[in-house]
């Protein structure tokens, strides 16, 4: 069966670096694009980023753009978001999912599998 696991979430200092991963298994992981999305408490779960099956191309949302990356090791089965330069607006749980096509846009419902999430705190 298909599972996703994320980790590497933690408190963190305005300014500083944090890095969270998400490993998948039951799936021919290369074959998928994945996705990172965050939910802030009280508000809808949003779009982070996205990465094609062989990591070539990416996607971010406006408000990451230059301070996080997404990146994957297709041997690893593993997907990545590497976040700088964290601001408090990024406290939120980070989730990883599955898409269920070659999308590259922002819709929280073009994915068939998620993972159970990581909190990430960002203090002031």
């Known amino acids: 069966q298909v599972q996703l696991v994320e980790s590497g979430g933690g408190l963190v200092q305005a300014g500083g670096s944090l890095g969270v991963s998400c490993a998948a298994s039951?799936?021919?992981?290369?074959?998928?694009?994945m996705g990172w999305f965050r939910q802030a408490p009280g508000k809808e779960r949003e779009f982070v980023a996205v990465v094609s099956g062989n990591g070539a191309v990416t996607r971010y949302t406006d408000t990451v753009k230059g301070r996080f990356t997404i990146s994957r090791d297709n041997a690893k089965n593993t997907v990545y978001l590497q976040m700088n330069s964290l601001k408090p607006e990024d406290t939120a749980v980070y989730y990883c999912?599955?898409?269920?096509?070659?999308?590259?846009?922002?819709?929280?419902?073009?994915?068939?599998?998620w993972g159970q999430g990581t909190q990430v705190t960002v203090s002031s």
């Open positions: 039951g799936f021919t992981f290369s074959s998928y694009y």
């Open positions: 999912a599955r898409r269920s096509s070659y999308y590259l846009g922002e819709n929280v419902n073009a994915n068939d599998y």
